[in-house]
């Protein structure tokens, strides 16, 4: 007993330690680069992703619910920050705009601009409420067909974003600006900080998206080392011993929809200041796949699993396939560019793990049990649970 | 007033009425055994017990309130826990992890209870730290015994404890369930093999296409004629 405690107790002291030396190298890297450099946009957007991958892997990875539609959490965050922090909402009191902590740039104009951080906060509370209606219809379901509602549920959005620009409401605004883009967006502002300037320099984006990572990060062992956590992995493990156990499945299952919603949300926002530009073609389906490959490379539930996998799958994305590789069919007499093949590339890259390396670059403990040890008890559900 | 009465219920798979109007009592301090063939609804009465499958008419009486209806966890914090048929265990958690699991509802400190399990079942013990998965079949029965004790149960459900076991196991396995009885639990079973079961307990139901045949004491149900036939084999 006293043994096995000192071990968990050195664990858990092992990836603090490991936590704080990542963070604080990362923190100095931009000192390494101009602040306009390309290789800084490529890490404020991984940074992004590794948000969203954590985000993923508490509903894939810790609960076992296969989610296909977490592009709808990106387009929620996104669209918080289109809405509340750009001129879209252009007559409103007036034309004169509602501002609340927004930046003395965007102070002065139409529209409502609310404080970023406050956007966080509504990005957060309605992906949260997404996740919960999303979860609703698939509490009865199990594996693929779940996935299939998700995936619906994530095109749903997508379509409601794309001709949004045909949904009037109050005194004839639009929903969404359809394959247009709501932009600008204002440039985050913090509080006690200056404002950001992402024509000048990077750096203060990279920073925000490092802190979200530390915290999200920090939400995900607390999460995964709690009571709920332990719920989780019940639920994965085997549905009707946990429900047997007490763990309430509805309830459980709402939670992890909710929280991974969330943090996708507040890197949907982020992402929407950082592009300074919210359309509808950027929450395709390929974008869930996109985060979702980010996990299954990394490793299922394995938190720094999720991160490396994130970093790989986002450079690939930024830097290898653009600018590496991208004349390489040329050189074969091929007439196209590489990035035409990025989503095959990425389908490659899945099916190499899976033949290779099924449980992930860093997978899970249990995960790896399962995949190379085969314990498990197979795919035998013996009865539907009532959820 | 009985610890458990079961009167009338009815119990569905979507539109096929798996439960015709069962009743049944369990005393304080009883073990009562459910008999009957495959399909003929033994596990689903647990089922309809433990919430897991709620009826759709009649009454569930535990301790005194309505359990009818009410979600599975609220029931096992009344007091009714169970090991599921084919055990369910969690195979890539550890043994210790299983028990953890087995008292989630719990907030206060569970060691004793799990010294408990590990004196009732030492083999568990040794297995602490194995992983469920890599157990044998009487093994994890053990573990889905003992981490249904882990909820600090009045009533204990065990669903069908010697399915796939071997025949010595299944001897020590009725064991440990009579001596948790007289440690204070008491106990509903359900039990393709009846000899063991009926052996163990003072009384027992006989069910048939989702209806109460027989009630008796078990003494009464091994001399019956019929049940000998049917479920023992003589």
Known sequence: MRARFDEFRRWKHSNLVLAIVLLGLAVLLPYFFDPRASFMNNAVLALAYIVMALGLNIVVGFAGLLDLGYVAFYAFGAYSMGWFASDFFNRVNGEEGIHLGAGQFASTLPGIHLNFLMILVIAVIICAIAGVLIGLPTLRLRGDYIAIVTLAFGEIIRVFAFFGDDITFASGYTLTNGRDSISPVDQIDLPLFKEFDSAFSLRPYYWFALAMVAFVLFVNFRLRDSRLGRAWIAIREDEIAAASMGVPLVKTKLLAYATGGALGGMSGAFLGSYYNAVNANQFQFGFSIFILAMIILGGLGSIWGVVLGAILISYINTYFIPDVFNSLPSTFGLDFDLTQLSFGIFGFLIVLVMVLRPEGLLPERRRRLELVEHIGTGDEQLYEVRA | ?234
């Open chain 2, 1 to 234: 007033m009985a610890l458990l009465e079961v009167d009338d219920i009815h119990t569905y798979y979507g539109n096929i009425e798996a439960l015709k109007g069962v009743s049944l009592t369990v005393e304080e301090g009883e073990i009562v055994t459910l008999i009957g063939s495959n399909g003929a609804g033994k596990s689903t009465t647990l089922r309809s017990i433990s919430g897991l499958t709620p009826p759709r008419e009649g009454s569930i009486r535990f301790d005194g309130d309505d359990i009818a209806g009410v979600a599975p966890q609220d029931i096992v914090r009344k007091g009714i826990s169970q090991a599921p048929e084919g055990r369910h265990v969690f195979p890539r958690l550890t043994v210790r992890e299983n028990l953890d699991m087995g008292a989630y509802l719990r907030r206060d400190d569970h060691s004793e209870d799990m010294e408990r399990v590990y004196d009732l079942f030492p083999r568990l013990k040794e297995r602490e730290r194995q992983k469920a998965g890599t157990m044998s079949g009487g093994e994890q029965q053990m573990l889905a015994i003992g981490r249904a004790l882990m909820a600090q149960p009045k009533l204990l459900l065990l669903d069908e404890p010697s399915m796939g076991i071997a025949p010595i196991l299944v001897d020590r396995i009725y064991e440990t369930i009579k001596q948790i009885n007289q440690q204070g639990t008491t106990i509903l079973l359900v039990e393709q093999s009846a000899h063991h079961a009926l052996d163990a307990s003072q009384r027992g139901y006989v069910l048939a296409t989702g209806q109460v045949a027989l009630a008796d004491d078990s003494d009464a149900l091994r001399q019956n004629e019929d049940v000998r036939k049917a479920y023992l084999g003589a």
